[in-house]
């Protein structure tokens, strides 16, 4: 590596770390030219940029979120998620994979714990949103009759999640995508109650579908998801879960994409 790739690597490293800072990091001279006035003024209005940019971008991913916290508190929050856990990558709408566990480990949100499985929830929809293109016809379905379960995997369509929570999740996720006078009365119930609940997020055609499933089917598509074999999920089932039924449900919404004879992504 050259010495001006090297003194550049080096530079984007010190502006990435300056742009997270709530100061002007005392070698600012080394980097940015001019009087330091002009400089300190130049990094406040990039680092005012990079905290705004980094709000909308995770407004973008979770506006659940955002509603229930109010604009302000949701900003606070952003600044503070983009000083903890920065951006790696250079496109924003892949940056917010770590706001549930922050929100988890944060006191101040502590009374309110069903936010960190709302995060969760709000982050499986926008990555459904951005999966990939995934609508072939299911590959490999008449594995089904002739091979063992234990030898065979099913491969979920892309952008497939499930999530299982002690708190009525997709009861609350749901009532903040209406606009009806009392939306929020069946949501307070279930808090009242105290109501879990299991919810599947899938592509459906260009929209993102979320619905509530019971905690078998949860517990069985996440084990496909593991990267479980058939078998292995079949055995792992909860009591009551119907295979055949679950099959032709997932046929008629399009969530399987394949019957394999290996783990998916295996070479």
């Known amino acids: 590596m050259s010495d001006a790739i090297a003194r550049e690597a080096a530079r984007q490293r010190w502006l990435l770390q300056a742009l997270r800072s709530a100061d002007t990091p005392p070698d600012a001279g080394d980097w940015l030219a001019g009087p330091p006035e002009r400089r300190q003024a130049g990094l406040r209005a990039y680092q005012a940029n990079a905290a705004a940019s980094a709000q909308r971008a995770l407004a973008a991913a979770c506006p659940t979120i955002e509603q229930l916290l109010g604009e302000a508190a949701f900003a606070a929050l952003a600044q503070a998620l983009w000083q903890a856990a920065p951006p790696q990558r250079g496109d924003l709408a892949a940056w917010g994979e770590a706001l549930p566990g922050f929100i988890a480990g944060d006191a101040q949100l502590a009374e309110e714990p069903y936010l960190a499985d709302l995060a969760r929830l709000d982050w499986a929809v926008h990555g459904a949103r951005h999966a990939a293109d995934d609508d072939a016809p299911v590959a490999g379905l008449g594995l089904l009759g002739s091979a063992d379960a234990s030898g065979l995997w099913l491969r979920l369509r892309a952008g497939h999640a499930v999530l299982r929570s002690?708190?009525?999740?997709?009861?609350?996720?749901?009532?903040?995508?209406?606009?009806?006078?009392?939306?929020?009365?069946?949501?307070?119930?279930?808090?009242?109650?105290?109501?879990?609940?299991?919810?599947?997020?899938?592509?459906?055609?260009?929209?993102?579908?979320?619905?509530?499933?019971?905690?078998?089917?949860?517990?069985?598509?996440?084990?496909?998801?593991?990267?479980?074999?058939?078998?292995?999920?079949?055995?792992?089932?909860?009591?009551?879960?119907?295979?055949?039924?679950?099959?032709?449900?997932?046929?008629?919404?399009?969530?399987?994409?394949?019957?394999?004879?290996?783990?998916?992504?295996?070479?």
């Open 166 to 267: 002690a708190h009525p999740v997709h009861t609350l996720w749901a009532a903040h995508q209406t606009d009806g006078a009392d939306r929020f009365a069946a949501a307070r119930a279930a808090l009242v109650r105290g109501q879990g609940e299991a919810v599947r997020i899938r592509r459906d055609g260009w929209a993102v579908a979320v619905e509530a499933i019971d905690p078998a089917t949860a517990g069985f598509e996440a084990d496909l998801l593991r990267g479980g074999s058939l078998g292995d999920a079949l055995d792992a089932a909860a009591p009551g879960f119907a295979f055949d039924a679950w099959l032709v449900d997932s046929l008629r919404c399009g969530a399987l994409a394949a019957v394999l004879q290996a783990p998916p992504g295996a070479a």
